[in-house]
């Protein structure tokens, strides 16, 4: 009687096994990327971005995350992620004006006050607009999340005036507005993408770097640079990007859900910024970094006076003043 009732059972078995593996096929998984490592505010940012997406969507979706450039640079992941080869990225703004033109707007030299004038802009109605120039590039913009506001870094002296920029060799970000800023500074621009910039800075290829109290913890870059000047030249924002096909293809239910996802992380991304922001210049400080705190910001944007009269010709002044004045 026993062996009837185990053949009975098989049928059940067999069952159950194939709910299994069904489940395991409605599962998508997708791709998410950054340049830096995971222990920074970009692995932030899309560690949380996972998650609430998992949970959002009861597992139906899972997002993997990739750290410190393992699919590309950000350059790369951009075009990836255009191309529909990756699913989605946070990537700071810097290669994204050679994809979404208007955006460079955002990467002029002082152009916000500080990080709550720069949030306010994004979240509000410019930075909103902004996100809809993107779509017709192939890319549905879920949110602006932040890199923060950078600072220049060099191994051959201390910066305390824009004189004392003249000659030195500075990789910068692959975009136009950066480079045209800091050529206007006397530096000597060389647009490099992010993953090739620590050895570049070991080996002298390089005199110096500007970024992020964030990033330049995150990269270490303190071991090859000697002297830190909080310029605060440029705010940087970051974007999650994702594939703009494959987001038309998720109900209006995962669709709210990938934005909201998004929303929560850039939250969490922002925080980790101000708490680097706030430790930072300590925590590189006792790892012997030589740091100017206070330099005369005025003569900054005095020496870059022909590069901004050249902006309000690309960009229009009524439109860096409606940035610049928003409240």
Sequence with gaps: MKFPARLAAIPAIALAFSFGVGAVQAQTAMKISISVGQNSHQGVGIDTFAREV???????????????GSLGGERESIEAVQ??????????????????????????????????????????????????????????????????????????????????LKGLKMRTMENPVHVAAYKGFGIITTP????????????????????PLSVIMAAKFEQVQKHLTLTGHVYSPAIFLMNK??????SAADKQAFLDAAKEATRANRARVDEDDTKGVAELRAKGMQVVENPDKA??????????????????KANIDRIRNFK
């Design 54 to 68: 998992e949970k959002r969507t009861g597992g139906r979706y899972k997002v993997q995350t990739f750290y410190s």
């Design 299 to 316: 003569r900054f944007q005095a020496a870059l006076a022909p590069v901004y009269a050249d902006f309000e010709k690309q960009f229009g």
């Design 245 to 250: 096909a494959a987001f038309d293809k998720l």
């Design 83 to 164: 191309l529909g080869t990756q699913e989605l990225t946070l990537t700071s703004t810097g290669p994204v004006p050679n994809f979404v033109p208007a955006a460079r707007i955002l990467d002029i030299p002082f152009l916000f006050r500080d990080k709550a004038h720069a949030r306010a802009v994004l979240d509000g109605p410019i930075g909103q607009e902004m996100l809809k120039e993107f779509e017709p590039k192939g890319f549905k913009a879920l949110a602006w999340a932040e890199n923060g506001i950078r600072h220049m870094t060099n191994s051959k002296r201390a910066v305390n005036a824009p004189e004392d």
């Design 192 to 211: 490099m993408a992010f993953p090739e910039v620590f050895t570049a800075l070991q080996q002298g290829t390089v005199d110096g770097q500007e970024n």
